[in-house]
């Protein structure tokens, strides 16, 4: 898998954000068949996080959100060509490290996880913290990392 870019709004290309609109609406509202507002206000400060292949496309993103003690990671996804080979380990494994990074006072990592993932999550060390939801008509539940000290 190519490497992964972290980037500010501001420091994104235009061709790289068009890039991340494409993917993120291909997967979020069509393939999911989600009508929301998937393009909103916190891209605008939030770090995206994204591998392209050789054509430029994104095939595997993530952005991380600063919310004061905790970073939010969000609108995890693997473009549907590349899924089955390991890229949605390797992203959250390079999102996890991420935002211990750019955020290091932090105290926890939070995602709101589809619930069929929740295994998957867990893997990393997520804990649930909220029973089953429905968010946009898909199964969510709310996940946290809780970050040491040390």
């Not at 954000?17 to 997967?27: D, H, P, Q, T």
């Not at 993103?61 to 939010?72: I, K």
């Not at 750019?102 to 990393?124: C, D, E, G, K, M």
């Amino acid at each position: 898998m190519p490497e992964f870019q972290q980037k500010s709004f501001e420091q994104l290309t235009p061709t790289e954000l068009f890039e991340i609109y494409r993917v993120r609406v291909a997967v979020f509202v069509v393939e999911q068949t989600c009508a929301y507002q998937e393009v909103d206000d916190l891209d605008l400060r939030a770090q995206h996080l994204f591998a392209q292949d050789a054509s430029g496309c994104v095939i595997a993103y993530a952005r991380l959100m600063d919310e004061g003690q905790q970073v939010r990671i969000g609108r995890v996804l693997v473009a549907p060509d590349h899924r089955g080979n390991g890229a949605g380990r390797q992203l959250v494994e390079t999102a996890l490290a991420a935002a211990k990074r750019t955020y290091p006072a932090a105290t926890a990592i939070v995602i709101q996880a589809q619930a069929y993932l929740q295994s998957f999550y867990a893997s990393f060390g997520f804990q649930p913290t909220s029973a089953v939801y429905l968010d946009t008509g898909i199964p969510h539940l709310d996940m946290v990392l809780p970050l040491s000290d040390s």
